[in-house]
């Protein structure tokens, strides 16, 4: 008789943990994803995966099993797999690429990023959009897309349905930007190389950067692809002074009661300092091509499985109170970032 809750507590033991189901349920979006983008390459695998996430959020056969056992590995996999993604994102970035765009292009993705990142979130303050909304739509079409809001959001400590909001609508944004662009180089009269600069400088996430560009040659690709890496470059200082900003908050809010604490974020992040790190060993020059390609992999795949599982997060019928004023603000943005960067293109050519 004795034996048995012995033989129970061996059975609980070898259960995986809550997270693993989510977790693997998370791999299998990726896998799914893959292969949506190799049947329609022109679709990029994080667009694919985001949107996956957001059907398997919705399925009857799938929805219990997102909102119930698989709840928290998703979670998990939107946050710290997204860290690691961030990481190894670094390693895309060299001190001599920048250099090498020349100090009016920096300049001018400097102004674009700041116009868009202020101007859309004093318009989504405006138009009341709910917590930190505003935010984080404003870092995504200014940075980097769900790369630069899944950083943000842990700085700011959002919640997850702001979170999952911001990405599906930047990355809904950034997917029909690989179809509209492209076809406005000729009408606008730009050039292939002037085309990239516009295109890294407009569009949101690296993937639809590389989709849109592609379709002008391989010079509007490399032009694309440097002037983007330089928005991702400034995700670390954003980070850092936004972890200011609310480190700040709190020291004005006073000191927490007796036995409680207050959350305090670090003023730069250890994935940020690992973004740099990463970007530092990337301008030795010393890694070879092999194990960037293999960390470019990597770095894709994490970033995959973090965009489905923040994907899945979205709840489309809770979207009905503030849907309208999201996508107005997201298409106010839109028109923004691809009017700044129109007019700094121009100048700096």
């Not at 004795?2 to 990726?30: C, E, M």
């Not at 059907?55 to 997102?66: I, K």
């Not at 019928?317 to 121009?346: K, M």
Request: proline share 5%; net charge positive.
């Amino acid at each position: 008789m004795t034996a048995a809750p012995g033989r129970a507590r061996q059975a609980a033991g070898r259960r995986p943990p809550a997270t693993a189901y989510g977790l693997g349920f998370a791999v299998a979006g990726v896998a799914a994803a893959w292969g949506v983008h190799r049947l329609l390459p022109a679709v990029p695998l994080l667009t694919a995966a985001v949107v996956l996430g957001i059907v398997a959020a919705h399925l009857p056969g799938t929805r219990g099993l997102v909102r119930g056992v698989c709840r928290a590995g998703l979670s998990l996999a939107g946050k710290r797999l997204m860290r690691l993604g961030i990481v190894l994102l670094g390693l895309k970035l060299s001190l001599d690429d920048v250099l090498g765009l020349g100090w009016a292009t920096v300049a001018m993705v400097l102004g674009v990023v700041a116009a868009t990142f202020c101007g859309t979130w004093w318009l989504g303050r405006r138009m009341g959009l709910r917590g930190d909304q505003p935010l984080l739509i404003a870092t995504g079409y200014a940075i980097c897309g769900a790369s630069a809001i899944g950083a943000v959001s842990e700085v700011s400590d959002s919640e997850e349905r702001d979170v999952a909001t911001s990405v599906a609508l930047v990355t809904l944004c950034g997917t029909l930007a690989i179809a509209v662009l492209p076809l406005l180089q000729h009408p606008l009269g730009l050039g292939d190389a002037a085309f990239g600069r516009w295109v890294g400088a407009s569009v949101h996430d690296v993937g639809q950067v590389v989709a849109a560009a592609q379709t002008a040659g391989p010079a509007a690709l490399g032009d694309a692809v440097l002037v983007k890496l330089v928005r991702v470059a400034l995700l670390a200082p954003l980070v850092a002074a936004l972890a200011t900003t609310v480190r700040a908050r709190a020291r004005a809010q006073g000191d927490p009661a007796p036995g409680t604490e207050r959350r305090r974020p670090p003023l730069v992040p250890l994935f940020v300092l690992g973004f740099l790190a990463m970007t530092a060993l990337r301008s030795t020059g010393l890694v070879p091509t092999a194990a960037l390609d293999t960390a470019a992999t990597a770095q894709e795949l994490l970033l995959a499985a973090a965009l489905f599982g923040l994907g899945s997060a979205v709840h489309l019928p809770s979207l009905s109170h503030t849907g309208a004023r999201v996508a107005a603000l997201g298409l106010c943005a839109w028109v923004v970032i691809a009017g700044a960067s129109y007019g700094g293109v121009l100048l700096t050519a």
